[in-house]
T-cell receptor, first 116, second 109 residues
Framework: EPEVTQTPSHQVTQMGQEVILRCVPI?????FYWYRQILGQKVEFLVS????????KSEIFDDQFSVERPDGSNFTLKIRSTKLEDSAMYFC??????????????FGDGTRLSIL | QKEVEQNSGPLSVPEGAIASLNCTYS??????FFWYRQYSGKSPELIMF????GDKEDGRFTAQLNKASQYVSLLIRDSQPSDSATYLC?????????FGKGNQVVVIP
């Protein structure tokens, strides 16, 4: 069964540094998402991406964050000037169509980001 | 702020019994509803989705949706130890998912 793949599985970074989290969505999917989950808390939406542009973003997704689809397969999340509170699991998800037509999102295994 | 509430605490059920999980949501405009299972340290895994009022069955799982009362539930029949996990209710709105905090289910052999 096709899967969303994320790399790396674990990223340790010094506070203030930039990180790039990578995702390869399922190949025929058109909608891409990033979520995060701080340890012990609920999964939170960050951003959705369709047709090479951001379609929705949450209040968490400020100027520190950016997303990009640099080629036909990868979808990346960049976090600049990382802070301690950015430590979390970051999940990439994709769906064939938008949620408003009842299409489920499929999640990758996540990247655990630890900021020191 | 779209809210998704899963208020009940950890649920312990004997193996073979039925586990019942409930979720309420605040946004009346939401059309699609999802249940995910999450094992500790792992990613959410889709179990079921529902968008019409009533029941939807898939194997041992049944999702129930009542849009008038703004709740969605999940029943797990013949619970197995492998069902021990946290179950996340997620509600669609503005092409994003809003998640509840989850309900932990422990199936006791």
């Amino acid at each position: 069964e096709p899967e969303v793949t994320q790399t790396p599985s674990h990223q340790v970074t010094q506070m203030g540094q930039e990180v790039i989290l990578r995702c390869v969505p399922i190949s025929n999917h058109l909608y891409f998402y990033w979520y995060r989950q701080i340890l012990g808390q609920k999964v939170e939406f960050l951003v959705s991406f369709y047709n090479n542009e951001i379609s929705e973003k949450s209040e968490i997704f400020d100027d520190q964050f950016s997303v990009e689809r640099p080629d036909g397969s990868n979808f990346t999340l960049k976090i600049r000037s990382t802070k301690l509170e950015d430590s979390a699991m970051y999940f990439c998800a994709s769906s064939e169509q938008g949620l408003d037509v009842g299409q489920p999102q499929h999640f990758g295994d996540g990247t655990r980001l630890s900021i020191l | 702020q779209k809210e998704v509430e899963q208020n009940s605490g950890p649920l312990s059920v004997p193996e073979g019994a039925i586990a019942s999980l409930n979720c309420t949501y605040s946004d009346r405009g939401s059309q699609s509803f999802f249940w995910y299972r999450q094992y500790s340290g792992k990613s959410p895994e889709l179990i079921m989705f529902i968008y019409s009022n009533g029941d939807k069955e898939d194997g041992r799982f049944t999702a129930q949706l009542n849009k008038a009362s703004q709740y969605v539930s999940l029943l797990i029949r013949d619970s197995q130890p492998s069902d021990s996990a946290t179950y996340l209710c997620a509600v669609e709105g503005n092409n994003r998912l809003a998640f509840g905090k989850g309900n932990q289910v422990v199936v006791i052999p």
